[in-house]
């Protein structure tokens, strides 16, 4: 019987027999791919066989690893299992301020996981078991879904607030608002998605690279002092046990 084309495992390592078939796409495009994944053997070897292709791998355990690994990578690998958060949450946190592609790599096959996984920002799915040429040409896919976007990357304006990311200036009636970095980047969380609410640990998350809430003091600090320096409390409105939303006086 022909030999069935390898398949990556939920726990245990892709078959190594690799063959002709498998060489690398001719695709000229190689990226700095973030591998976040608990299991060491699964994303050894899922690096290893991106390594031979050609691309540049870094690797994170833990949801916090992850948020601290992040910098300048161009595409990211995720299993949405993780031991210290919420998968979901994470990929949500990972997507908010940022457009670097996501694909979430699970094991979780449910319709309903795929849906939640989607929606919580990841820009594909794939199940374990799975080829390893599908997961190259998916993220082609989405990287060339994405590179448009990439280019540019837009300014938010809520107005008379405007924030522009890529020269990092905030606005408010024409007039330049002085922050500091983590008042920029949290009021920047809020205005991606202007009205949504946006939890204490998401923002931790996001703003501070932390993924307990223990020391989220240090949010209402920062909070408050946006808030004085937006001129109203009302840009920034507190829901109650959850979170806070953007807005509008």
């Not at 161009?74 to 031991?83: G, N, Q």
């Not at 929606?119 to 989405?142: H, N, S, T």
Request: hydrophobic share 40%; proline share 5%; glycine share 6%.
């Amino acid at each position: 019987m022909p030999q069935q084309a390898s398949r990556f495992r939920t726990t245990a390592e892709p078959s190594e027999r690799f063959g002709a078939e498998d060489t690398p796409l001719p695709d000229p495009n190689r990226w700095q791919v973030l591998v976040i994944e608990a299991d060491d053997r699964a994303a050894s070897s899922l690096s290893r066989h991106l390594e031979e292709h050609g691309h540049r791998v870094r690797r994170a355990k833990t949801g916090l690893e992850a948020l601290r690994a992040r910098q300048d990578v161009e595409v990211i690998l995720m299993d949405l299992e993780l031991p210290d958060v919420d998968g979901l949450d994470m990929c949500r946190s990972l997507t908010a301020t940022s457009d670097v592609p996501l694909l979430a790599v699970t094991s979780r096959a449910d319709e309903t996981d795929r849906v939640l996984g989607l929606r919580a920002g990841a820009d594909d799915y794939i199940v374990k078991p799975y080829g390893f040429q599908e997961l190259l040409a998916r993220m082609e896919a989405v990287m060339r879904r994405a590179s448009p976007a990439r280019q540019e990357q837009r300014v938010l304006r809520v107005e008379p607030l405007v924030l522009d990311p890529l020269v990092r200036s905030a606005q408010l009636h024409g007039e330049r608002l002085d922050l500091t970095r983590k008042e920029f980047d949290l009021l920047h969380v809020l205005m991606v998605r202007p009205g949504a609410v946006v939890s204490r640990q998401q923002l931790m998350q996001c703003v501070w690279q932390e993924t307990e809430t223990a020391q989220s003091r240090t949010l209402d600090t920062h909070v408050a002092a946006l808030r004085r320096k937006l001129g109203s409390a009302d840009w920034i409105r507190t829901v109650r046990g959850v979170g806070f939303r953007l807005g509008r006086p």
